[in-house]
């Protein structure tokens, strides 16, 4: 029987070579004629992969049937509806959409084969992976966002091997993280964005450096984080009004701050009698 395509549904129904579905010669008839899945909806010969999906996910202990399927959407729906221990035969998959899946579900000991497979996408989804203590070895990944993402997880003593990486987001990610005296490194930084974010997360008493930077905005965020007074009587004098007016708000809340009157000691005055109103001796 010649499958043709629900009338509600307007993406041909075709086999993932373009030719028309042929339910009579398929391994699954049997299913198919037992209502078990149905062209145009449910149909792991289709090339659409909402409807492979959908007859993997209503028949999960067939996909184990289909891992070595010519088409590599078969493959890869079926790797992410398949029992994990099927998974190592996909690990060298010549389709990267069938590898990505498998990243996604292997443990850690066959997620670390991933690491240098030649699909950015692939190490990507390694990277959100892998165990913490292995991201070291994906510090000098290629791909800026392989990076990103190792940088955003690293542990933060190895942070500091990413401080002079070429990407921007990349140093964003460390500037967001790495603690002192790490971070001074970047108070320097090419990019001004950097640059920002130290001066957002520096002790207030190291802000002198970014109070002269020659980004207004750094010297704005430092105007804002400021403790101290002869610094933000400078930086009413900078020539951005805006890192001007930032200074002398700076400058009122801390002067207020240290103005507020120190809470007087409570005073406990005596009961003579109790609760009831009588005397107690």
Do not use: K
């Not at 409807?51 to 079926?78: G, K, N």
């Not at 930077?213 to 007074?229: G, K």
């Amino acid at each position: 029987m010649n499958a043709t395509a629900p009338g509600w549904h307007d993406i041909p129904v075709r086999d993932w070579e373009g030719r028309p579905l042929d339910c009579a010669a398929c391994a699954h008839a049997a299913l198919h004629a037992a209502g078990g899945c149905e062209p145009g909806r449910s149909c792991m010969q289709d090339a659409y992969a909402r409807r492979i999906d959908r007859f993997f996910r209503e028949h999960r202990e067939l996909a184990a049937q289909h891992l070595d399927h010519p088409y590599f959407e078969v493959r890869a729906i079926a790797a992410r509806h398949t029992d994990v221990f099927r998974l190592p035969a996909l690990l060298d998959d010549p389709d990267e959409t069938v590898r990505l899946q498998v990243a996604l579900r292997v443990p850690q000991r066959l997620l670390e084969r991933l690491r240098a497979d030649p699909h950015r996408e692939v190490r990507i989804r390694v990277a959100q992976r892998l165990d913490e203590s292995q991201l070291g070895s994906m510090l000098r990944d290629p791909d800026y966002e392989v990076r990103r993402i190792v940088a955003r997880r690293l542990p933060e003593a190895l942070l500091p091997l990413l401080i002079d990486d070429i990407d921007l987001q990349v140093r964003l990610e460390v500037a967001s993280r790495v603690p002192m005296p790490a971070l001074w490194r970047m108070v320097e930084d090419g990019a001004p964005e950097v640059r920002r974010h130290v001066a957002e997360r520096l002790p207030a008493a190291l802000l002198t450096v970014p109070a002269t930077d020659e980004d207004w905005l750094v010297r704005w965020t430092a105007a804002a984080r400021a403790e101290s007074p002869a610094l933000l009587e400078r930086l009413q004098d900078d020539a951005e009004s805006e890192v001007r007016e930032r200074a002398t708000e700076r400058l009122a809340e801390l002067r207020a701050a240290r103005a507020l009157p120190t809470p007087a000691p409570l005073t406990l005055i005596p009961i003579e009698g109790g609760r009831d109103g009588r005397h107690r001796p």
